[in-house]
Each structure stands twice: as C-alpha cells, then as structure tokens.
C-alpha cells in the first residue's frame, strides 16, 4: 500500500480521448499521483514509459501501485482482472465494465487482493450535484425528469466501439445522468423503456425510458444522440418548495428560474481525490445502481428501429 505521504507511482491504460481531454490535466495538478507509465495499443503519453498492453507494463515496471483503466468498457474487464492479480488499485473510468456481472467480480477479487476498486461515476461530482441533492432531501419530489440530449458525432466522432455490443450506445452519455439521479433521488426502478437503433448500428441512438421511485412518484428519462445546436444535459424536479433544474450536466442549480449555484467544472480531479483517499484507507467505492439501470433498459425495453443516420 502506497504510503501516506508519498505519491501513487499509477499506470494508465488506453490513450484516447478521454485520457488527453481528462485524466493528464487532472493528473499534472495532483501531488497524490506520479504518473510513471502507460500502454495503450493507438496512443501514448509523453514523458513516460509506454507499453502496447498492460500485461507489459505491470511487467517492466513493478513499482506501479494503481493502474486508470480507459479503455472501451468491452474490454476492461480482462485489464482489470490483470492488475488486480497483481495486487494493484483500480480506477475505472465509466462504465465500470460492460456488464454487472463482470464489476461484482472485480469487488470480489478487489477485496480477496487487498486492493482498492473505483467505479468513476465522473458526473456525480458535477459542482451542483451536492447542492440538488441537499435541497432534494429538505422538499417533497412529486415528480422528476431527465432530458439528456447531445450530439455523437461531435463529442465521439469515429469512435466505433460506442456502436458495437457493449458499446452502450446512447446510454454512454445517458449513464451519467443515471450517476446523478441515483445519486440524488430515491431508490427507482424502470417501468418501461423503448430503445431507438439505428438500421445500421448494434447499439441505440435515443431511449424513451419511464421510472417509478420507492414512493411511487414518476420519473422520465429522454435521451437523444442526434441533437443539434445547443446541447441538453437537465434533470428537472418538481417539488414543494418549487420547481428544480439542474442543468449543464451537473455545473448549474436553479430553483424556480433563479441560479442558486454554479461554478466551473472540476469532476476529473475530484474523481482522483477520491480514488487517492479510498487507496489510501484501503477500501473500495463500487456503486453499480448507474450500470443495473442500464441493464434493466435492455431487459424491459422495447426495440425500435430507426433509419441510418450515416454509413
């Protein structure tokens, strides 16, 4: 176990976008970390050691305690395994995996290892999130919705494995609306669900998903991948104390029309204060609601399908 003082020596696997937009800023600012190597089999990181596989990688530099997996989640699993094995801590970025089944087996090899797990719902750590979800607990929710809309082919251009079995589809951005409202709302669980494909692709471009919480109030989830100009990213909560919306994916609270918070986004370096503070307590955080309801849209929905919105 890394020591209380000293730097994670971490590892990071897949060198994509995510990794360039996210992870190395947030890493270069964080005295918890010292990034000594990576393996991805397309990209690398300047400065460092870098390997085609993380098997190479655990193999050349067995000083690395924590490994930031980033890869399409298709194929975290077996990466995940790999170092847990080999007794290192796991970040995961989101989603944890492509099924549940395979991260209930991460934990379970997490703890047999002593090792730490990070499910890295990025999104929950949106700057309002704690905000709506305190004016949450102090109203009575009658009802709440969730409109998450925006454009594949400028926030995942060439991406194919986001179309692929496991890829996700529309639920890669929709799952981190589900990190929020699992987060902020009552337990809920879907009631029904239809789920648009597109003629040429094997995974959905928009679900039409209807939820009924614990305490049997209404919740509607939209999710488009198709929007053009401004993009959506609003959970809306009418309650007694008036009407919430907590919109820019999380950045900016509004009660009634008035903005009660806002600030800039900072999720990426939160999600490595909290992956330095469960390493270094030696427990795990492994929240699987987020993915389960994923599942259950794929269980209960109904299949659509749509015209081919691009070859």
Same mark, same amino acid.
Request: net charge negative; aromatic share 8%.
């Given at each position: 176990?890394?020591?209380?003082?000293?730097?994670i020596?971490?590892?990071?696997?897949?060198?994509?976008?995510?990794?360039?937009?996210?992870? /190395?800023?947030?890493?270069? %600012?964080?005295?918890?970390?010292?990034?000594?190597?990576?393996?991805?089999?397309?990209?690398?990181v300047?400065?460092? #050691?870098?390997?085609?596989?993380?098997?190479?990688?655990?193999?050349a530099? #067995?000083?690395?305690?924590?490994?930031?997996?980033?890869?399409?989640?298709?194929?975290? *699993?077996? !990466? !995940? $395994?790999?170092?847990?094995?080999?007794?290192?801590?796991?970040?995961?970025?989101k989603?944890?995996?492509?099924?549940?089944?395979?991260?209930e087996?991460?934990?379970?090899?997490?703890?047999?290892?002593?090792? +730490?797990?990070?499910?890295? =719902?990025?999104?929950? *750590?949106? #700057?309002?999130?704690?905000?709506? $979800? !305190?004016?949450?607990?102090?109203?009575?929710i %009658?009802? !709440?919705?969730?409109?998450?809309?925006?454009?594949? $082919?400028?926030?995942h &251009?060439?991406?194919?494995?986001? =179309?692929?079995?496991?890829?996700?589809?529309?639920?890669?951005?929709?799952?981190?609306?589900?990190?929020?409202?699992?987060?902020i709302?009552?337990?809920?669980?879907?009631?029904?669900?239809?789920?648009?494909?597109?003629e040429?692709?094997?995974?959905?471009?928009?679900?039409?998903?209807?939820?009924?919480t +614990?305490?049997?109030? &209404?919740?509607?989830?939209?999710?488009? =991948?198709?929007?053009?100009g &401004?993009?959506? =990213?609003?959970?809306?909560a009418?309650?007694?104390?008036?009407?919430?919306?907590? +919109?820019?994916?999380?950045? %900016?609270?509004?009660?009634?029309? %008035?903005?009660?918070?806002?600030?800039?986004?900072?999720? *990426?370096?939160? /999600?490595?204060?909290?992956?330095a503070?469960?390493?270094?307590?030696?427990?795990?955080?492994?929240?699987?609601?987020?993915?389960?309801?994923?599942?259950?849209?794929?269980?209960?929905?109904?299949?659509?399908?749509?015209?081919?919105?691009?070859d």
């Amino acid at each position: 176990m890394p020591s209380n003082n000293g730097p994670i020596k971490l590892g990071i696997v897949g060198v994509g976008k995510i990794v360039r937009d996210q992870h /190395l800023p947030a890493l270069a %600012k964080d005295g918890d970390y010292r990034l000594v190597a990576a393996a991805s089999r397309h990209g690398k990181v300047d400065g460092i #050691p870098n390997f085609h596989d993380i098997e190479a990688m655990l193999d050349a530099v #067995p000083e690395l305690e924590a490994v930031s997996l980033c890869m399409p989640p298709q194929f975290r *699993y077996d !990466a !995940a $395994r790999t170092a847990l094995m080999a007794k290192k801590h796991v970040f995961l970025e989101k989603p944890p995996g492509a099924t549940v089944s395979e991260v209930e087996d991460l934990k379970t090899l997490a703890a047999a290892n002593g090792v +730490s797990l990070f499910a890295s =719902w990025h999104s929950r *750590y949106a #700057p309002a999130v704690e905000a709506a $979800r !305190a004016f949450l607990a102090s109203a009575s929710i %009658k009802s !709440a919705a969730i409109n998450w809309k925006e454009d594949v $082919r400028r926030w995942h &251009p060439n991406q194919e494995w986001i =179309w692929a079995p496991g890829g996700f589809g529309v639920f890669d951005p929709g799952i981190n609306a589900l990190s929020i409202v699992t987060h902020i709302l009552p337990a809920m669980f879907i009631t029904s669900a239809v789920l648009d494909f597109p003629e040429n692709r094997a995974a959905p471009v928009a679900a039409h998903v209807t939820f009924r919480t +614990s305490n049997g109030l &209404p919740v509607t989830m939209e999710l488009d =991948w198709l929007q053009t100009g &401004p993009q959506s =990213w609003d959970i809306l909560a009418e309650t007694d104390r008036g009407n919430m919306v907590l +919109s820019g994916g999380g950045s %900016k609270l509004a009660i009634d029309g %008035k903005i009660v918070h806002e600030e800039p986004e900072g999720e *990426y370096p939160m /999600l490595y204060r909290r992956f330095a503070e469960i390493v270094r307590a030696g427990v795990s955080d492994v929240d699987l609601a987020p993915l389960q309801h994923v599942a259950d849209a794929f269980m209960l929905g109904k299949r659509n399908v749509v015209e081919a919105f691009f070859d």
